[in-house]
């Protein structure tokens, strides 16, 4: 379509603001909520580009429930950039969580399960796997290297160390509300009304 942005207050400003600086055009991004107005995810955040939101906006495929000041604009045709778009048919969410390396560092909350300690993480076997040990989300757990090197390939009673809590498979509503602990650094003041973090409200 030949699109181009601009901003409502500095629309004479076009060029100055935008062509000298690229990065600007992946700005904006839109927050992506499920027919029923919840977010398709919390960790990481369901987010589309301003460029997938116009377009699906344009196929009719979703609502567009709240919009940044600022326009993208083509020969023939001006629209205000979404800042919050509703998918007008309802995604199921999958009930079957894949066993990976982020999902099961989500479920421990990217926190060693021997410590407690965040970063520089890996994943230990709790029964090792030279005794027997799978590869499981009953028998795997987060853990520092500092704690995977104590540990070893001993159980966790020659080890003289404890889990926080016994690993096992999550539900997926259970990974989705655990990603709501993950807030991302920047939330833009629309999105705010469909998130629901696990903060504090004032009173």
Known sequence: MGIRIMTVMERSDFRTEFVRSPGALRDHPALVLNADYRPL??????????QEAIKAAWLDRVDIVAEYDHWVRSPSTEIRIPSVIVLKDYVQPQKRVAFTR?????????????????????????????AGGITSWENVVAACSPCNLRKGSKSLRRAGMSLRKPPRAPASDELRNTGRKFPPNHLHES?????????ELEA
Not at 102 to 127: S, W
């Open 41 to 50: 995810s919390y960790y990481p955040l369901s987010l589309w580009s301003w």
């Open 102 to 130: 982020f999902n099961l560092f989500l479920r421990d909350e990217f926190r060693c399960q021997y410590c407690g300690t965040k970063g520089d993480l890996t994943f230990d076997h709790v029964v090792p796997r030279a």
């Open 191 to 199: 999105w705010l009304d469909f998130l629901y973090w696990d903060a």
